[in-house]
């Protein structure tokens, strides 16, 4: 079997301005020619702004020798030379790769690829006869006109035994009439072994109400669907019958077990909250929730009510995500309501909420919060967010709560701009936190307790010193200036000795009359194995943005390593499904086998 390919980087060389050049000599030398039967390819360029145009040839010239080809994730967002004749050279490529059952591509911000490129590029794979997860990512791209809308709906409807999909397109301009009928939504009811399904409808201003019709209509047709996920931010203009078909489609998938929808900014009454809380009247087998209602800032705790009482029949619920921030009508009923409606749902164990910028929070809220702490004693990850100065009457009760979540593997909480909090606060915190001890990723934001002082960081460290399964950590102090170049050594110092360490984040005040502290950390980065970020040193520590804007990390070695895999064997851009898809696989033949197979991760 062969070894896994990975590019050579050149440390000791500076870098070119075209980054990619590796990637260009490595094709030019054929290395991809000599993988006949590699399997799985996942190419995710570190920097892919001045990517060379004849790197991408040879990209294209390389992928047309991988017939064996079955899983292929291409990321080359901001890739900004990339244009229309790329997805050309691009689609002639994948019209040789019959075997794919995995691809995954990601052309973000890419202004020069219009809907004219996209369409080519999907035309190119409508006929694949394994295809079963799709996930495409062309948000900020340019322009794209009705014809080519239709053509790209087309392509994707032709691919009928998809069985996962995630669609971001809608960033780009277009240019329509209402008045012009479209039925392109209407096109995806043909896919009707479909599981999971992603579609990104934020900053579609030409999605008019017909649209989210013909998106509920072929939703309602889709009877395998057991994970959904939309995100309907800013469609300022949608009527609440285009939202309440939506509603009522969801309701009636009765396999659904993950629903995630986001109403980021949309225009949402009162009588569309109250039908989409029939969905949960009814016990169902839900078990993952994420509703966003951020930056809704005439929501009401009264508009919520029937939403939020309808949580108490989803007994099977495990994890639920629920974005309130920016909320600013919102009250303390609001939370009232939330805890008489998940108190008893005893088999949570993910728990996230958000409450940045509502600021009714303060320390009666942290007590209404840890009331529903304390009974739900199954959490493994709980995740919390509140910007208020008033919350420090509510903290010792709510951190006594949060320690009885012994089994806790994942923590994270924010606290931006509670200026009341002290030393004393944290040192509570810090008792919590050694109760923790199967933690393996923690994350703490004070940003702007201006009076938190060197005394919490040193009490920090000793606690986190004893989390012996932490792998990542994740610290903010920014804005905090009564923390000293010492505490952080100090801090420094103490984590330099937690071995299992893999991942870290820090963000500390800075001064820019000294460096020492760059060499403090730099110091305990020696000691880690995996990536340090470091946001507070802009002028000392060259960060490095990653591919994706999720993850972004700095490898603190003699130089920036060119290229670096972040895929795990899926996407980090889209959240999709691993599942294989039984059920199906009966009305389609194997892809045809090789007799060896190898994965390829270029870095």
């Given amino acids: 079997m062969q070894s896994p390919l990975t590019l050579p980087t050149k440390n000791s060389q500076k870098t070119p301005k075209y980054c990619p050049t590796p990637v260009l000599k490595a094709f030019q030398t ?138 971001f397109l809608f960033g780009a301009p277009f240019d329509f009439h209402n008045d012009v009928p479209r039925n392109h939504l209407q096109r995806l009811r043909k896919l009707k072994y479909m599981r999971d399904f992603s579609m990104n409808l934020d900053n579609s201003n030409p999605i008019r109400s017909t649209d989210v019709q013909a998106l509920s209509q072929s939703l309602s047709r889709m009877l395998r669907l057991s994970k ?162 008033n919350l420090r009457d509510g903290l010792p009760r709510f951190f006594k709560a949060l320690s009885s979540q012994t089994s806790l593997d994942r923590l994270s909480l924010r606290f931006f701009e509670c200026k009341e909090f002290q030393d004393q606060d944290l040192e509570i915190l810090a008792e919590t936190l050694s109760k923790f001890k199967h933690l393996e990723y923690l994350d703490l934001n004070f940003r ?40 952080v050594a100090l801090f420094s110092s103490n984590l330099s000795q937690l071995k299992s360490l893999k991942t870290t984040h820090f963000n500390f005040p800075y001064s820019k009359e000294s460096n020492s502290l760059q060499e403090d950390l730099l110091l305990f980065s020696s000691v880690l194995q995996g990536d340090v970020d470091f946001d507070a040193f802009p002028s000392c520590i060259p960060m490095h943005s990653g591919v994706s804007d999720i993850q972004q990390s700095s490898s603190l070695e003699q130089d920036l390593p060119m290229y670096s895999s972040v895929f795990q064997g899926v996407a980090p851009m889209f959240a999709h499904s691993t599942e294989s898809s039984s059920g199906r696989r009966e009305m389609r033949q194997q892809p045809t086998k090789s007799k060896e197979k190898s994965t390829c991760s270029l870095m």
């Fill in 228 to 389: 959904v996920t939309l995100n309907l931010g800013s469609l300022f203009y949608l009527d609440e019958e285009a939202l309440g078909s939506l509603v009522n489609c969801v309701k009636n998938l009765k396999k659904l077990r993950k629903l995630n929808i986001s109403f980021v900014t949309c225009r949402i009454s009162k009588s569309v909250l109250d039908n989409l809380s029939k969905v949960f009247q009814k016990p169902s087998a839900l078990s993952d929730l994420s509703i966003d209602f951020s930056s809704r800032d005439k929501l009401t705790s009264s508009d919520l009510q029937n939403l939020l009482l309808s949580l108490q029949n989803l007994t099977n619920l495990s994890k639920l995500d629920l974005n309130f921030n920016s909320c600013r009508a919102l009250d303390n009923h609001a939370l009232q309501l939330l805890s008489e409606g998940i108190f008893n749902l005893k088999g949570l164990t993910s728990l996230k909420l958000g409450f940045f910028k509502c600021f009714f929070m303060n320390g009666q809220s942290l007590i209404s919060l840890s009331k529903i702490l304390e009974n739900l004693t199954s959490l493994r990850v709980f995740e919390f967010t509140a910007m208020e100065k």
């Fill in 448 to 487: 702007f307790c201006t009076q938190i002082t060197d005394q919490s960081t040193k009490d920090l460290a000793l606690v986190i010193l004893g989390l012996q399964e932490l792998k990542t950590l994740r610290l903010n102090f920014f804005g905090c200036d009564l923390i000293s170049e010492e505490g």
């Fill in 30 to 167: 054929s290395q991809l020619i000599k993988y006949p039967n590699l399997s799985k390819l996942y190419f995710n360029p570190n920097d892919q702004k001045d990517l060379e145009p004849q790197a991408f040839t040879k990209l294209c010239q390389g992928l047309k020798t991988l017939k064996s080809l079955t899983v292929l994730h291409l990321n080359l967002s901001n890739a900004q030379e990339l244009n229309d004749n790329s997805m050309k050279e691009l689609a002639i490529s994948f019209r040789k790769l019959s075997n794919l059952t995995t691809l995954s591509l990601n052309f973000r911000r890419n202004p020069n690829i219009t809907g004219k490129g996209i369409a080519t590029l999907l035309q190119s794979i409508q006929k694949n006869r394994y295809l079963d997860k799709l996930y495409l990512d062309f948000d900020g791209c340019g322009y794209v006109s009705e014809q080519y809308l239709t053509s790209i709906y087309t392509s994707i409807s032709n691919l009928r035994l998809l069985t996962s999909f995630n669609l």
